[in-house]
């Protein structure tokens, strides 16, 4: 069980804001909380240096060469693991998403998960963006969880998971979290378990429960 610090408190703050902690709200946080909230994920400050440089660069890639990447696209980056989620109308701007994605300094994988649809509209941002709170929230609050060490992406419903759990129990219990929540279809687990001797590996999807695949 993990017991909650006064710097894990402050990452609460930007947990529920859905911002990093290099974003807008650090002016207000202060550059030594940013730093000593980075250093309470696993990955520790380098390893955040990094991933918010290669994800600044990817989303600088993305504006540089067709808008439509930059706001239909959104970027994760863990570990220089970079995950990409959203929808776009055609399959050659997906490969140019993930082109553009392996070409940005620190990238080490790039785990595609760009619909193609043509469809357009069909997003419930709203509700996107309130499950993301409500699961970013829950595991906040829950002591059995460091989510610190995780991010999340939601989109039509589909849950991402990206981060580190340190071992299969905690990865569970944050699947069953998001699992909870109302409007979830599907969970996308990217998380990689820091003692994956402690049980079976999970699924890489979790349909909730009622939902047909």
Not at 152 to 174: C, H, K, S, W
Request: aromatic share 6%; net charge negative.
């Amino acid at each position: 069980m993990f017991r909650k610090s006064p710097l894990l408190c402050a990452a609460t703050v930007l947990i529920l804001l859905g911002v990093q902690a290099c974003g807008p709200l650090s002016f207000v946080l202060g550059a030594g909380a940013a730093t000593g909230i980075a250093a309470y994920q696993e990955r520790g400050v380098d390893g955040v240096a990094r991933d918010l440089r290669t994800s600044s660069q990817v989303f600088d890639l993305f504006a540089r060469t067709d808008h439509l990447l930059l706001t239909n696209i959104g970027v994760e980056v863990y570990e220089g693991r970079v995950l990409l989620t959203g929808q776009v109308e055609t399959e050659t701007m997906r490969a140019e998403a993930v082109r553009l994605a392996w070409t940005a300094n620190g990238t080490l994988d790039v785990l595609n998960e760009i619909h193609v649809t043509q469809l357009g509209g069909i997003l419930d941002t709203a509700h996107d963006v309130w499950i993301t709170a409500q699961l970013s929230t829950r595991l906040t609050f829950d002591k059995r969880v460091f989510a610190i060490n995780y991010a999340i992406e939601t989109v039509g419903g589909i849950v991402y998971l990206i981060g580190i759990a340190q071992n299969q129990d905690e990865l569970d219990r944050v699947i069953n979290q998001a699992r909870a929540i109302p409007y979830v279809l599907h969970i996308i687990n990217h998380v990689r378990i820091k003692d994956p001797l402690s049980s079976p590996p999970a699924s890489a999807v979790q349909p909730t429960k009622g939902v047909l695949n």
